[in-house]
């Protein structure tokens, strides 16, 4: 089965300075892998994915995450951190072909942004 | 607008009784999903669901069913049978395909009481 581990359950930055959110996946398969993000007491929403046509994948609000196969990474950067940043990542993978599109999350890490 | 709506947003519940979380969305996505959320351990999959009249359990299921009567449609019940209900509950769709994301619900707190 697919699996993603999130490296950090709690990561802290000063505002501006770079944010990197850590990402690994399990897989025997090409993975299809994606970055999520939630404000307190709310859904979560998109904020990129991997879908194999580029290995540097950007996404809005100046985020950006880098698939290595090498490493079995897709780690999350942002190259300075501001405080609207504050609020917990999740990284996600679909499952292989037959197990009906399983959508399996880590476990998060919350990010704080300080001044 | 299109898109995907829990109700209620805040349940409670009394020992011993089951609770049905209401998810529905708008967006014609054929997969929908139930996971549960507690504080350090992410997101859970509780049930998922293919297709209209099918189904399938996720890591969690005990304590839980579910029923997808229409595509539009994919209600969760807690049963008497799930011992630590607290929780966040969170519903999800997507279309078909591996690289198509998932839009989440706005979620439902429920609380034991």
């Known amino acids: 089965a697919q699996s993603v581990t999130q490296l950090g359950s709690h990561v802290s930055v000063s505002e501006g300075a770079l944010v990197l959110l850590r990402c690994n996946y399990s897989?025997?398969?090409?993975?299809?892998l994606f970055w999520y993000v939630q404000y307190p007491n709310q859904g979560l929403q998109l904020l990129l994915k991997?879908?194999?046509?580029?290995?540097l994948v950007k996404g809005i609000n100046g985020f950006e995450a880098e698939f290595k196969k090498s490493e079995t990474s897709f780690h999350l950067t942002k190259p300075s951190a501001h405080m609207s940043d504050a609020a917990e990542y999740f990284c996600?993978?679909?499952?292989?072909?037959?197990?009906?599109?399983?959508?399996?999350f880590g476990t998060g890490t919350r990010l704080q942004v300080t001044l | 607008d299109g898109g995907i709506t829990q109700s209620p947003k805040y349940l409670f519940r009394k020992e011993g009784q089951n609770v049905t979380l209401s998810c529905e969305q708008n967006?014609?996505?054929?997969?929908m999903y139930w996971y549960r959320q507690d504080p350090g351990q992410g997101l859970r999959l509780i049930y998922y669901?293919?297709?209209?009249?099918?189904?399938q359990k996720g890591d969690i299921a005990e304590g839980y069913s579910v029923s997808r009567e229409k595509k539009e449609s994919f209600p969760l019940t807690v049963t008497s049978a799930q011992k630590n209900p607290t929780a966040f509950y969170l519903c999800?769709?997507?279309?078909?395909?591996?690289?198509?994301?998932?839009?989440f619900g706005q979620g439902t707190r429920l609380t034991v009481v």
């Open positions: 999800a769709s997507r279309s078909q395909g591996l690289n198509t994301e998932a839009f």
């Open positions: 897989s025997s398969v090409p993975p299809y």
């Open positions: 991997y879908t194999s046509a580029a290995t």
């Open positions: 996600a993978v679909i499952g292989r072909p037959g197990t009906a599109s399983k959508l399996t």
């Open positions: 967006l014609n996505h054929d997969a």
């Open positions: 669901s293919q297709i209209v009249n099918d189904f």
